[in-house]
């Protein structure tokens, strides 16, 4: 596509997601040009469901600063509840 920019992307991976691996995860990201990935460790398949919280403030740290940050977190196990 001529003349197209680079998105801003960010992709979220379950450290225990049993359906799709955080080794694909990792693929899927790297064939995103820019993309960044981020591993949420505690969560699964699912970290909108089981970790909403947790994943709000990710996506408010990505789009607030933009980059340059770890590339695994941790969810509290209370975040979700």
């Known amino acids: 596509m001529a003349g197209a920019g680079i998105v801003p992307t960010l992709v979220v991976w379950g450290e225990a997601d049993q359906m799709m691996t955080p080794a694909y995860g990792k693929q899927y990201a790297a064939a995103i040009p820019g993309a960044e990935f981020c591993l ?39 975040w979700g509840n």
């Open 40 to 78: 949420m460790r505690g969560a699964g398949h699912l970290p909108q469901i089981e970790a909403p919280g947790a994943l709000l403030a990710l996506f408010e740290q990505f789009t607030g600063s933009g980059a340059g940050w770890g590339e695994a977190v941790d969810v509290p196990p209370d």
